[in-house]
């Protein structure tokens, strides 16, 4: 199975501040990564897929990008509602894997 | 737009079967463009694929789980069906149905709300 990691786990961020999460991915998968946003009591919904391209009615402030097997999730300029733990998932092979998470929460 | 929407019992016994049905409205199952699926989050928050039945008939399953799931689509009623059998406490946890789009394999592009369901006596 492809093991999917993410970092950091938490991070705390001021509203306007740029953020990164990252997802390695063993072995590589590709562009085949999705990423998801899920806010507490909430589906996960999703952000890019492709590694990065923007799904529909996503603000623009989100963005999706891959070195290596190592991709990153970008928010441009930290917004409140952005306050949810977000997920990496592979859709190169079976079965499909989901990175533990990111939780970032508005300082 | 199309919405998902899950529904079962939130309770089921140590070694019984588990089931959960999906409604879709707002749009048809009745198509090759999408592979109807399910995923389960356990309580520490772990996302856990289970598998999708697609309108053609195919069927792909976890392998971790395949020897315990039966997935089923009614076109009639714009469902689709998840049964787990032999379930135990590990096996509590929201479970999701969602839309795969597909990509290779294929990711999901809507969810439904979710439905927790809890394993035991």
């Known amino acids: 199975d492809v093991q999917l990691t993410q970092s950091p786990s938490f991070l705390s961020a001021s509203v306007g501040d740029r953020v990164t999460i990252t997802c390695r991915a063993s072995p590589g998968v590709n562009s085949y990564l999705a990423w998801y946003q899920q806010k507490p009591g909430k589906a996960p919904n999703l952000l890019i897929f492709?590694?990065?391209t923007l799904q529909n009615g996503v603000p623009s402030r989100f963005s999706g990008s891959k070195s290596g097997t190592e991709f990153t999730l970008t928010i441009s300029s930290l917004q409140p509602e952005d306050s949810a733990t977000y997920y990496c998932?592979?859709?190169?092979?079976?079965?499909?894997?989901f990175g533990p998470g990111t939780k970032v929460a508005i300082k | 737009q199309v919405q998902l929407q899950e529904s079962g019992p939130g309770l089921v016994k140590p070694s019984e079967t588990l089931s959960l049905t999906c409604t879709v409205s707002?749009?048809?199952?009745?198509?090759?463009?999408?592979?109807w699926s399910w995923v389960r989050q356990f309580p520490g928050k772990g996302l856990q694929w289970i598998g999708y039945?697609?309108?053609?008939?195919?069927?792909v399953y976890n392998p971790s789980l395949a020897n315990r799931i039966v997935t089923s689509l009614d076109v009639s009623k714009n469902q689709f069906s998840l049964k787990l059998r032999s379930v135990t406490a590990a096996d509590t946890a929201l479970y999701y149905c969602?839309?795969?789009?597909?990509?290779?394999?294929?990711?999901?592009?809507?969810w439904g709300p979710g439905a927790l369901v809890t394993v035991s006596s």
């Open positions: 492709g590694g990065s």
């Open positions: 039945i697609h309108y053609g008939g195919n069927t």
């Open positions: 998932q592979q859709f190169n092979d079976y079965p499909l894997t």
């Open positions: 969602a839309r795969g789009r597909p990509m290779v394999t294929y990711y999901f592009d809507l």
């Open positions: 707002g749009g048809s199952i009745s198509t090759v463009a999408f592979y």
